[in-house]
T-cell receptor
Framework: DAGVTQSPTHLIKTRGQQVTLRCSPK?????VSWYQQALGQGPQFIFQ???????QRGNFPDRFSGHQFPNYSSELNVNALLLGDSALYLC??????????FGPGTRLTVT | QKEVEQDPGPLSVPEGAIVSLNCTYS??????FMWYRQYSRKGPELLMY????GNKEDGRFTAQVDKSSKYISLFIRDSQPSDSATYLC???????????FGKGNQVVVIP
């Protein structure tokens, strides 16, 4: 049984560019949450998707947007990248209300 | 005051010692408490998941929750070099899937 998968593994972008990160949830899971983890910090909640809709959102600007597809996979989009967006982006999947299991993350570097 | 406080100071212990980690929190709505282990440049791995106050044991790991003091702990018995990692506490409220994390504790077990 494949766990949570994310792509790409690493990404380097320039300030002002846009990026799309992808996540496939663990088999049987219907909910996907995205977190941002800066170096030396704990993950910060960005938003959560369930039934293809954004169910909850953390304290992140509108430059951060997402999508969930009918097969429960999800994308995180970040527009107008800033240097401060450099971080490890983590996707977690769960059944709604249940334990969250994390993927390996996508390391984004903005130069 | 942050929702979840976790002293991020690195912790070095000799192999076989007991590792003791803890977090405090301010949000009395938190009902679910988790400990994740994160190896360098990897995604967090769920170690322990507990609901409300009490103890939970799983092999060499014991999680304790004291809701009256808003204090949770993780103990690792007979620590091994493979336990060297960052340990993150996380918690969430009933009906709210957003995980609030501590900053993480880096643990080094010296052979």
């Amino acid at each position: 049984d494949a766990g949570v998968t994310q792509s790409p593994t690493h990404l380097i972008k320039t300030r002002g560019q846009q990026v799309t990160l992808r996540c496939s949830p663990k088999s049987g899971h219907d909910t996907v949450s995205w977190y941002q983890q800066a170096l030396g910090q704990g993950p910060q909640f960005i938003f959560q998707y369930y039934e293809e809709e954004e169910r909850q959102r953390g304290n992140f600007p509108d430059r951060f947007s997402g999508h969930q597809f009918p097969n429960y996979s999800s994308e995180l989009n970040v527009n107008a990248l800033l240097l401060g967006d450099s971080a490890l982006y983590l996707c977690a999947s769960s059944l709604l209300g249940d334990e969250q299991y994390f993927g390996p993350g996508t390391r984004l570097t903005v130069t | 005051q942050k929702e979840v406080e976790q002293d991020p100071g690195p912790l070095s212990v000799p192999e076989g010692a007991i590792v003791s980690l803890n977090c405090t929190y301010s949000n009395s709505a938190f009902q679910y408490f988790m400990w994740y282990r994160q190896y360098s440049r990897k995604g967090p791995e769920l170690l322990m998941y507990t609901y409300s106050s009490g103890n939970k044991e799983d092999g060499r790991f014991t999680a304790q929750v004291d809701k009256s003091s808003k204090y949770i702990s993780l103990f690792i018995r007979d620590s091994q070099p493979s336990d060297s990692a960052t340990y993150l506490c996380a918690m969430s409220a009933f009906g709210n899937n957003r995980l609030a994390f501590g900053k993480g504790n880096q643990v080094v077990v010296i052979p």
